[in-house]
């Protein structure tokens, strides 16, 4: 991962606070919360703008949300775990 440790950006989603990161050019913001007993998690692209979610998932478990996202195929068809050294975590 550029600018960042993988371990902490999978802690840090986890923890449901919004993340911005840039993957192929693109800039992308994670965001996840918990609205009446269910974990909504879901990735949305910035720049340029696309107003369809790129990836979201809901459950009754934080835990569960994390791991769907770990093996998702949202980055081009490969998951977190194959481009997290191409993903670089960015501040806003």
Known sequence: MINGNPATFIDTVYSGQEVFFLYDGK???YQG?????????EIQQHIPWVSELVWHIQSSSMQE???EFEKAP???GK???DVE???EWVDE
Request: proline letters at 0%; hydrophobic letters at 40%.
């Open 74 to 76: 949202i980055f081009n």
């Open 33 to 41: 919360y918990t609205e009446n007993d269910v974990c909504h998690m």
């Open 85 to 87: 050294s191409e993903i």
């Open 79 to 81: 998951s977190f775990w």
């Open 27 to 29: 800039k992308y913001m």
């Open 65 to 67: 949300c994390l791991e």
